[in-house]
């Protein structure tokens, strides 16, 4: 069912099936929104790697919401 699902509704799976979706704008603004909400919230701060460290990586998760209202 899952992958029905995501057939019917056009969910990306990846950051760039969202960029160049039909719905790219409305994908865009959902991840600009986010970002902007974990800077606000200070959820993380931007730093200098120490020597042959590496950063932790990162995925965008895609999900239409139904009843937000609720």
Known sequence: ????????????????????SAK???WKNAMDEEMRSLEENETFHLTQLPPGKKAVGGKWVYALK???DR
């Open 24 to 26: 790219s704008r409305q």
């Open 66 to 68: 139904s009843d937000i």
């Open 1 to 20: 069912m899952d992958f029905c699902y995501r057939a019917v509704c056009d969910i990306p799976q990846t950051y760039n099936d969202a960029i160049v």
